[in-house]
C-alpha cells in the first residue's frame, strides 16, 4: 500500500481549493440556480435523465418551473427518496450512529443523514456551474486518455492523470462548441468514447444498478446524472481515510523513531508501503521514515493549494480506482462462481437478453466463456428476468390486469402452474414489444412499477417448493437440509446475477451475497487503517519502553 502520502492531499483539497472555488467563485451568485444559466435543450436533458415528463414543445419558464420543483429531491437532497436500510447504511459509512429507535423511524434517519450530508444547496448550486471541475473524476485514466484522442487534445508525455485531466478541463468548452452542444449540463458527447460495456462497468463499481430493460441513451443518462453522488462519495471517504492516518502519523514522533529497533521500523515501513532498499542502515531508516512522516504530514509541501487541487483530485482518482479494482474482482469472481453452476439454457437467456448471438452448438464451457466476457453487458432485450422475482401471486394479478382473454382465464385456475403463468406472460410481453405503441409503453410502465413495489421483498413470499423449481430452473442442486431462508438467499443470489452480471445495486447483492467490499472506499480506509493501527501499537509499545527506561 504506497498511497499513504497522496491520500491526505485529498482532504487538503477537499477542505480548502473545493471550499475556496465553492464560496469564492467570482461574478457566481451561489443562491441563484444553476440551470437558471441552461440552455433550453440542457433543461429539457436534465428532465429526460430524471425521468420526469414535460410538454413538448414548452415554454422555457415552463421547464424551469419542473426542475424548481423537482431539484431538491434529486440534487440536493436525494435521500428523502432512500429506504430505511440505505439511509441506516449511508450513516454507518460517515460512522454516525443512529439514535435509539431510529432504527424503525425512518424520519429520525432522515434527519441524521440530512445533518451529515455531503454537502449544502449553495454547494449543489456551484456544483452544477461547472460541470468541468469534477465530472472527469470518477473516469479511468484509459477513459481520460480515449477523451484527449477523440477529441485531438494534445498531452505532453508521460500522459499521467494530472496532465490528462488539466487537459481536459482547459479545452472542455472548446470541445463542446465544436459538437455544438452546450456545456452546463453535459450532453451525450461527453460520452461518446465509452461503449455499452464501459457505461455498464461505471454503474457496477459504483454500485449504481443499471436501468432494466436498457437502451445506450438510458445507461449514459444513468451515469450523468449519478456522477455527482459517486464523486462526492469518493471526496468523502479519501477526506475520512486520510484522517484516520494523519492522527496515527500525528503520533510518530522523533523520541519515537529513535526508540525502534530495525525490525519495528522496518515493519512499519512495510505496513505503510514505505520502500525500503537493499541494505539501508538503521540511521538511514530512521531519516527515510522521517521523511516519509513529513510528507505524509504536508510538511514538506510548500505549493500553493490551487496548484495542489490538480495532484489532489488525480489521487483521489487514482486511489478509487485501485480500491474499486479490488472489489470488482471479488465481485467478478462471485459471478464467475455462480455462472459455473448454471444450466445451458439459463446461459442461453442471460445471453440472450443482451443481444449476443449464441453459435449453433455450442458447448456448456463455451456459453460460461461466453457469459463471463459480457458480465458487464446491460440487458436490452429479450424478457427472460422479468418475470423471474414474481410470486404466484403477482404473476396472477399481472395477468388478470395485463393479460389477453386466454392469459386472463389462465390466471383464474387455481391449479396453474408458476412456469404456466410464467409462459403466458412473457409471450404476452414478446407481442407487445413487437407491436410497440401504447401498449407496450403500458406495459413497460407497469412493470416498472411491479418491480420497484416488490424489489425488496423479492422471494420472501415464495413458498418452499417455488424456491426449489427456481433454482432447478438453473440447474442448481438444492442440499438436503437447507433452510428457506438459505433458499430464499441463493434464488436472489442468482437473479441478481442474471438480472444484472457483475453489478453491485444497493439492497441486492451488497446485501444479499456477503460481498465482503459492501463499500470500495471502506475497502481503503482499512487499508490505511492497517498502517495507522500497526503505527498506534508500535507508538504504545514504544512509550512503554521510553518510560521503563526513564
Not at 437473479?495 to 467490499?517: C, E, M, N, W
Amino acid at each position: 500500500m504506497r498511497f499513504l502520502p497522496t491520500v491526505l492531499t485529498v482532504a487538503l483539497a477537499t477542505q480548502g481549493v473545493l471550499a475556496s472555488n465553492w464560496f469564492g467563485r467570482s461574478g457566481t451568485d451561489v443562491r441563484t440556480p444553476a440551470y437558471n444559466n441552461w440552455h433550453e435543450s440542457e433543461l429539457e436533458r436534465w428532465l429526460s435523465d430524471h425521468d420526469i415528463p414535460y410538454p413538448t414543445p414548452a415554454d422555457r419558464k415552463d421547464l424551469e418551473k419542473l426542475i424548481e420543483r423537482n431539484w431538491d429531491n434529486y440534487i440536493v437532497s436525494p435521500y428523502y427518496s432512500w429506504d430505511t436500510e440505505r439511509l441506516q447504511s449511508y450513516l454507518k459509512s460517515k460512522g454516525v450512529e443512529a439514535q435509539k429507535g431510529a432504527e424503525s423511524s425512518k424520519d429520525s434517519l432522515l434527519s441524521q443523514v440530512q445533518s451529515s450530508w455531503y454537502e449544502t444547496s449553495d454547494q449543489a448550486q456551484e456544483a452544477w456551474g461547472s460541470v468541468k471541475d469534477w465530472i472527469f473524476d470518477t473516469w479511468t485514466d484509459s477513459e481520460l486518455k480515449a477523451f484527449c484522442d477523440k477529441h485531438d487534445l494534445p498531452v505532453p508525455q508521460p500522459r499521467k492523470r494530472d496532465t490528462l485531466l488539466q487537459t481536459i478541463r482547459s479545452n472542455y468548452e472548446t470541445v463542446a462548441q465544436k459538437t455544438n452542444d452546450a456545456i452546463s449540463y453535459p450532453g451525450d458527447w461527453l460520452y461518446e468514447t465509452w461503449t455499452e460495456s464501459d457505461l455498464k462497468e461505471w454503474l457496477d463499481t459504483h454500485g449504481i444498478p443499471a436501468p432494466q430493460p436498457t437502451t445506450r441513451d438510458r445507461l449514459v443518462a444513468t451515469v450523468r446524472r449519478n456522477s455527482r453522488l459517486a464523486y462526492l462519495k469518493a471526496q468523502d471517504q479519501a477526506a475520512s481515510a486520510s484522517s484516520s492516518a494523519a492522527q496515527a502519523y500525528a503520533t510518530l514522533t522523533d523520541q519515537i523513531i529513535d526508540a525502534w529497533g530495525e525490525s519495528q521500523l522496518k515493519e512499519f515501513a512495510d505496513k505503510n508501503g514505505i520502500p525500503v532498499p537493499q541494505g539501508t542502515r538503521l540511521n538511514e531508516l530512521r531519516a527515510l521514515i522521517r521523511k516519509h512522516r513529513a510528507d505524509f504530514l504536508h510538511e514538506n509541501v510548500s505549493k500553493k493549494a490551487t496548484d495542489a487541487f490538480g495532484a489532489a483530485t488525480s489521487s483521489a482518482g487514482n486511489e478509487y480506482a485501485r480500491a474499486t479494482d479490488k472489489a470488482s474482482l471479488a465481485a467478478q469472481e462471485a459471478f464467475n462462481q455462480a455462472v459455473g453452476t448454471w444450466s445451458d439454457s439459463r446461459l442461453k437467456s442471460y445471453l440472450d437478453s443482451r443481444g449476443i448471438p449464441v453459435p449453433q452448438g455450442s458447448k456448456s464451457d463455451e456459453l460460461r466463456a461466453l457469459v463471463r466476457k459480457h458480465a458487464h453487458r446491460a440487458a436490452s432485450g429479450g424478457n427472460a428476468w422479468i418475470y423471474d422475482d414474481m410470486s404466484l401471486e403477482n404473476l396472477r394479478a399481472y395477468l388478470a390486469k395485463n393479460g389477453d382473454a386466454t392469459a386472463k382465464k389462465l390466471a383464474e385456475k387455481k391449479d396453474a402452474t408458476r412456469d404456466e403463468l410464467v409462459s403466458a406472460a412473457q409471450s404476452g410481453y414478446a407481442s407487445a414489444s413487437a407491436a410497440g405503441g401504447a401498449q407496450y409503453a403500458s406495459l413497460t410502465s407497469y412493470l416498472a412499477q411491479a418491480t420497484q413495489a416488490v424489489k425488496d421483498s423479492a422471494f420472501d413470499t415464495w413458498s418452499e417448493s417455488e424456491l426449489k423449481n427456481y433454482l432447478d430452473s438453473y440447474g442448481i442442486p438444492v442440499p438436503q437440509g437447507s433452510t428457506t431462508n438459505e433458499l430464499r438467499a441463493a434464488a436472489r443470489k442468482h437473479y441478481t446475477f442474471f438480472k444484472y452480471g457483475t453489478t453491485t445495486p444497493s439492497g441486492t447483492i451488497l446485501t444479499r451475497i456477503g460481498d465482503t467490499f459492501k463499500n470500495t472506499w471502506n475497502w481503503v480506509a482499512g487499508q490505511v487503517g492497517l498502517g495507522a493501527e500497526a503505527a498506534k501499537k508500535n507508538t504504545n509499545e514504544a512509550e512503554e519502553k521510553i518510560r521503563a527506561e526513564l
